[in-house]
């Protein structure tokens, strides 16, 4: 990243992000949940990098700032607690984000083997995206649902006994729906 | 004997996830006769007697941690339900949230209403994100009842309660990790003391418990304690929820009486090993507890206590279970590979220490490992455990050893054969 033009930009990109609509209401549905006080407000750090997440596809610099500005805490804080979580998304992903299950159930059901396959059919390495911007495929921790394995979310959605073939339809019905 | 139903009766009917549905099935009347019935004094008392223990891995006596919240303290005071199910191989609270949230929520509000809580919150795993939707469709369901909110039931008792959701982190499932993350922070364990009744969320006083500990509640007050106590041991009341998956028959969750015999569970039940294949080992109680062998599971009854003495533990009831033909280097690696994602970092020997095993476990598995190395994991595993500020460090010392110990001649074989570990691009070394 430049860092000189970055500087410049700084306050004009701040201006970048901010809650549409529907994210300011879903804002507003959280701030409800935590004591009227600094550490009340910390508390919406999680909560507006999730909403922001949702709107924005993922975490972006100028969602660190607008986050830090509402939630009234500093833009490091919000940087340090961004990374420490995994499902918070530093950069763009595809549109479905495949994320396989290789935990120690799944791998014994085949799991890790589906993933590797997939990746390949896809053509992407682990963590890639494909160049139709359509599927970035990872491998993640136990999912807990272990007794349904190999499991496989694709965003927000769990499927369950994902084999080759299950996979590949998936994929295939999701490449329609887009 | 067969599955005793307590928390999962009525799970597979239609609507049970709606308030009117569970209500059908006497779903809030333990709720109603807590409140309108009894003195928070009379519902202390029925959860000792229930012998009711935590189910989020620990096993601590339930009554016991109630009594530890002192009402009359000033201030607010906070409840936490633990709905971060993180250990590998454990599914069972999703379950619960999923089909039966209002049992969880009944459960809540009796613990708060005896302790004398303000508020609540439901700590859910980020990638729940179906359960979280299925908790606050009840919630609202709850408050729109008046069994949450303003003077619950005519009581004069207050008490909200909200979901959270955490956003993929193993670690902040220790209950002092999670209450960091509940104040905005990263998800680092706290040193304890002071324990959470005494400084917890916001410094306040806060009682923390899993799933479900809280769902066991409404069926100790509907039935009384001594009713739950008489369904488990002596000193592991009640019944507990398993979920067994890899190798067997009949994959998913069942709740059962404590002490059931595993022999029992495991073939009657569950089925047995899929496809009639012999059983090579077992993983009891989820990733962090260490593995048995077959003969070890002999005569091995579901409690904490059986499951101790053959040195590893009852955890979260979350059962894998490995045939004949399973890779035990290869699920070892793979339970290494996690736990050394998953440490928050803060203490240098569990920091340090599971990149280490890892590193180990690793090239044992691509077949470049040194006969040094069982001996090596047999040395740092002292400096680890006892060295730490949360449990982290012995949940992946012990499983490791156990791994070593009892399939010394597999990993041996590794090391001396060489290179046939890892075939290129199985996995993905991510
Ligand atoms: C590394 C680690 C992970 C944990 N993960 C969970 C978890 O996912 N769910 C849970 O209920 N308890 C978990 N615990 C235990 C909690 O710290 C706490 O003991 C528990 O939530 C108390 O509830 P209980 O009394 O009902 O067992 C974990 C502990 C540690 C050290
Ligand atoms: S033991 Fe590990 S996970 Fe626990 S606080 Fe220390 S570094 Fe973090
Ligand atoms: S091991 Fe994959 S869901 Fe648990």
Redesign the pocket.
Known sequence: MDNMTNRTNEKTKTMNFSFNESSMNEFRRWEKKFPEDPAGRRSLVIPALWISQWQHGYISRDVINYVAEITQTEPLHVWGVATFYTLFKKEKTGKFLLQFCTNITCSLMGGDQVFVNTCKKLGVKAGETTRDGMFTAVEVECLGACGESPTLQVNEKYYTHMTDDEVEKLVADLRKMA | MAEKKVILDHINDEGEQTLEVYQGHGGYKALEKAIKQMTPAQILEEVKISNL????????P?GV?WGFIKREALGPKYL?C??????PG?FK?RRVMTVKPHIVIEGIIIAAYCMGLDAGYIYI?GEFFEPYQAMDKAIDEAYAKGYLGKNILGSGFNFDLYTYLGAGA?????????MNSLEGKRGM?RLKPPFPAQFGLYGKPTT???????SAVPSIIANGGKWYSDLGTSKSGGTKLFGISGHVERPGVYELNLGTPWKEFFEDIAGGVRGGKKLKAVIPGGS?TPVLLPHELEGMLLDYESIASRGSMLG?GAVIVFDETTDMVKVAWRAMKFYAH?SCGQCTPCREGCDWFYDIFNRIYKGEGREEDLDKIENLSKFIGPNTI???GD?FVTPALAFIRKFRSDFLEYIKKGKYGLKSGETSHA
């Open positions: 223990r935590g189910r989020g891995g620990a096993g601590f339930a941690k936490i633990n709905a971060d199910e993180g250990e454990t609270d795993r193993y670690i902040c499932g220790d209950e002092t990790a999670l364990p923390v418990h899993n799933v479900e500990t809280f962090s979260t998953e949360c449990a982290f949940a």
